[in-house]
Nanobody, 132 residues
């Protein structure tokens, strides 16, 4: 079991920055993926960024919509995950969720990120609102 608790959401103007945090606890092992997903009102949940935590070192992947603006990272053996969000846009508004799953292949991060239904553990989310 892995428990995930997000924090750091809030309201900022377009162009601003936020850093989301996710406190992870429980049976965190190597070869795990941790991801950030978001869901806007009336839309499906979409993957934003994923980090592979493994023996060969971390590996990351980002959705095209946030590439170059968001950075995912982990510290302390993945006990804390971050999502640094810069140059925020109104379309970044939504509930942001931290998630975790076992990852068999560190080169399939794009596949994992596109399949929210395959993730095992989820936090309750933190709300991000970007005003224009």
């Amino acid at each position: 079991q892995v428990q995930l608790v997000e924090s750091g959401g809030g309201s900022v103007q377009a162009g601003g920055s936020l850093r989301l945090s996710c406190a992870a606890s429980g049976n965190i092992a190597k070869n795990y993926c941790f991801g950030w997903f978001r869901q806007a009102p009336g839309k499906e949940r979409e993957g934003v960024a994923v980090i592979y935590y493994g023996n060969e070192g971390d590996r990351t992947y980002y959705a095209d919509s946030v590439q170059g603006r968001f950075t995912i990272s982990q510290i302390n053996a993945a006990s804390t995950l971050y999502l640094q969000m810069n140059s925020l846009k109104p379309e970044d508004t939504g509930m942001y969720y931290c998630a975790a799953r076992e990852c068999q292949n560190r080169y399939l991060l794009r596949t994992y990120l596109s399949a929210a239904g395959t993730w095992t553990y989820w936090g309750k989310g933190t709300l991000v609102t970007i005003s224009s």
